[in-house]
């Protein structure tokens, strides 16, 4: 599987931004695609996953209630919209696919077998 991220830019804080992510093949059902973001400087860190099959979703402290994931398995996407955003969430942002997680596992970027090239995302004062 192939993901393609975009939708990232310049955005002034408080704005919003919705990022795509595009897999090539059909996404397995069973699937669980995940955003993680990366600062510069900084670790890559968990955003938020979904779990396609029933929609569950997780999401990082950092972004409850001003994030939100969702899926469209008709066109093989996975969607982040991202609103109220402030300067802290300036980074590039990467989805993620993988077929085998189990939930507690959501978080770690180590247990993603599939990721895109990552979309850059800058939030200015």
């Known amino acids: 599987v192939q993901l393609q991220a975009s939708g990232g830019g310049p955005v002034q804080a408080g704005g919003s931004l919705r990022l795509s992510c595009a897999a090539s093949d059909r996404i397995a059902w069973r699937m669980v695609m995940g955003w993680f973001r990366q600062a510069p400087g900084k670790e890559r860190e968990f955003v938020a996953a979904?779990?396609?099959?029933?929609?569950?979703?997780s999401y990082a402290d950092s972004v409850k209630g001003r994030f939100t994931i969702s899926r469209d398995t008709t066109k093989n996407t996975v969607y982040l919209q991202m609103n109220s955003l402030t300067p802290e969430d300036t980074a590039r942002y990467y989805c993620?696919?993988?077929?085998?997680?189990?939930?507690?596992?959501?978080?770690?970027?180590?247990?993603?077998?599939?990721w895109g090239q990552g979309t850059l995302v800058t939030v200015s004062s």
């Open positions: 993620a696919a993988d077929g085998t997680l189990v939930r507690s596992s959501w978080t770690q970027s180590a247990q993603y077998d599939y």
């Open positions: 979904i779990q396609l099959s029933d929609r569950a979703t």
